[in-house]
């Protein structure tokens, strides 16, 4: 156990809060040469939680311990690292964490050479890097969303034996281009366009964990997405926790997302999807790039979190429901195709039965061809965790419940208007069954269908025979 800390910056989520309007500094990675090699012939790996900018971080930290020399592993015994990016967004989320941690804290007394590091959205929060320090020594490295870069640093200061680091920055943040990335797919590629994020609603820890909203800027994202589309990628995600914000934190171009989308609409990539959409900030303009259709998928994600207009106000979220069902109305006459998903909390703080009628109202009238559904968590430090609970557990399960079986109808809806179509499927590989391979529709549905291996990786054309609750089963057109 190393009692030693060499480094020791911890987060706050107060100064976390803070958004000085300071312009973003654009760094370029570069390796250090002195750090070449200190990972030959050792193995990491990687466990990562939570959502798409956490896997897309995870394929840098991956691209960064490659490019000095580890290789990947799926084992725990064999690792010589092994690395948790972790997610904060719900308490459930953060157990898994700890329990993970527990698990396997005994490894390191077969194998004492063995490193820990734990980063992400939970290191940017103070009580657990607290708890961390005290009461998880097996960890020997914690860092933050904002310094993944510096990894090779912290990894050399644990070899040269200094000690335990921890280093985390409660900042606005920068863009780091140029990490090495080490892609998990080889057809479907993450593409950042922006980072952290400025709407604070109110039961939210992503904008303290993340940093201000900061855009990339669009020639680089263009550079790399031309690039994928040259290395035979098929399918993009641009990806951003309000998409719709991209470039209004420009102070030297008026460029838009919806520019965004007309620029990559131009190149040479086959699918573009985007996630997430903030739904006050989606506009006309965007709706108009999604309809020109050609390489941007019909499938929004639209979290709509409640159809209470008390609770949305309660949330900070800036719409109403009727706001919300306008800009439904407003996609499916653009793009008649469109299947609309989203994103729902229920028994956020003071949700009346009233408030959660008029959720289950909204979802039927949009007709959600699926959505997440979450009971609420309070994070500490935000807004909505001083509220008072005042809902039972067993009515916040029976709430989820009746909104589960509402959604689940939506996703059989969803599926069923594609019996006898022939849809456009990007096969991703064998399902469970032999000789039976499965991939995604433009509209992001699941299809399965017999087919040969050599078509992984490639778009097939396939009839729909039958629709079930989860997927869509289909044959071939050949
Ligand atoms: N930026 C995205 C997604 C953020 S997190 C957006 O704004 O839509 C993904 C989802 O987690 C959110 O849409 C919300 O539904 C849920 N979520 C966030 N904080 C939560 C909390 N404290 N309790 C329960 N669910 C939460
Ligand atoms: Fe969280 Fe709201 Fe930002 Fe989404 S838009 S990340 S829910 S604060
Ligand atoms: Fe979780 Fe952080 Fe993403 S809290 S959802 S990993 S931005």
Redesign the pocket.
């Known amino acids: 156990m190393k009692a030693k800390i060499s480094k020791f910056i911890v987060p706050s989520l107060k100064d976390a809060r803070k958004r000085l309007t300071k312009n973003t500094n654009h760094i370029h990675f570069k390796l250090d040469e002195k750090y070449l090699g200190i990972g030959d012939g050792k193995f990491y790996h990687l466990k990562t939680y939570g959502c798409q900018g956490n896997l897309a971080d995870s394929e840098k930290i991956s691209g960064i311990l490659e490019s000095v020399g580890y290789k990947k592993t799926d084992s725990d015994e064999k690792a010589d690292l092994i690395i948790f990016n972790t997610c904060a967004i719900r308490e459930n989320a953060e157990n898994r964490v700890f329990g993970e941690l527990g698990r396997i804290k005994s490894l390191k007394e077969s194998n004492p050479q063995l490193i820990m590091g734990l980063c992400g959205c939970m290191a940017q929060e103070e009580k657990v890097v607290d708890l961390i320090k005290k009461k998880y020594p097996q960890v020997d490295i914690v860092f933050g969303t904002h310094n993944i870069h510096n990894l090779p640093e912290y990894l050399e200061n644990c070899y040269s034996n200094q000690g335990r680091v921890f280093e985390v920055y409660s900042i606005e943040g920068d863009i780091v281009e140029d990490v090495p990335v080490r892609r998990d797919h080889n057809k479907k590629a993450w593409v950042n366009i922006m980072y952290g994020?400025?709407?604070?609603?109110t039961?939210?820890?992503?904008?303290y964990t993340?940093g201000k909203e900061r855009s990339r800027l669009p020639e680089d994202i263009i550079k790399e997405v031309e690039q994928l589309a040259n290395e035979g990628y098929i399918e993009i995600t641009l990806l951003g926790?309000?998409v719709n914000a991209y470039g209004k934190d420009f102070t030297d171009r008026n460029y838009t997302f919806a520019d965004l989308l007309k620029d990559l609409n131009n190149t040479n990539i086959k699918r573009i999807r985007f996630t997430?959409s903030?739904p006050r900030d989606l506009d006309d303009a965007t709706i108009e790039a999604m309809a020109r259709g050609g390489n941007i998928m019909p499938h929004l994600h639209l979290?709509v979190?409640s159809g209470s207009n008390e609770i949305l106000k309660k949330m900070?979220?800036k719409y109403t429901k009727e706001e919300y069902l306008e800009k439904i109305e407003k996609l499916k006459k653009a793009i008649p195709s469109i299947s609309i998903t989203t994103?729902i909390i229920v028994a956020f703080p003071g949700e009346s039965e009233e408030d959660f009628n008029e959720t289950l109202d909204l979802v039927r009238k949009a007709d959600f061809e699926g959505a997440y559904t979450f009971i609420f968590s309070p994070r500490e430090g935000t807004p909505a965790a001083k509220l008072e609970d005042n809902l039972s557990k067993e009515v916040k399960k029976e709430r989820l419940l009746t909104l589960n079986k509402l959604i689940n109808e939506g996703y059989a809806k969803g599926n069923k208007r594609f019996e006898g179509e022939i849809v456009e499927v990007l096969v991703e590989g064998f399902s469970d069954k032999k000789d039976t391979l499965t991939g995604y529709t433009p509209n992001n549905k699941l299809v399965n269908f017999v087919g040969k291996e050599e078509l992984i990786g490639t778009l097939v054309n396939v009839k729909i025979e039958k629709a079930f609750s989860w997927h869509l089963r289909g044959k071939l057109v050949e």
């Open positions: 994020c400025d709407e604070f609603c039961y939210c820890i992503v904008p993340r926790q309000n997430t903030h979290p979190q900070n979220r994103d």
